[in-house]
């Protein structure tokens, strides 16, 4: 079973892009993005301030590094 509300590779859309369209992605407060340390309204799916932006390009990174070591047979 898999942590609740964690998204398996399958169920990441395929362009990469997050839906942050829920009011549960919206904060009142800016505070520092994880990524970037700039400040952001938004929030991540475990409630942490994120850029969306950051966070698409977080994804597609860990995504690149699954890919490398999948082709090179490590995972
Ligand atoms: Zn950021």
Known sequence: MRPRGR???TELSPTGLLDWSAA?????YARPCRYCG????L??????????????AALAEIVRIV?????????
């Open 7 to 9: 998204k398996t590779a």
């Open 24 to 28: 549960a992605h919206w904060s009142a």
């Open 38 to 41: 700039h400040p952001t309204y």
């Open 43 to 56: 929030r991540d799916f475990k409630g942490a301030p994120a850029d969306k932006v950051c966070a698409e």
């Open 67 to 75: 890919q490398v070591h999948s082709a090179q047979g490590v995972l």
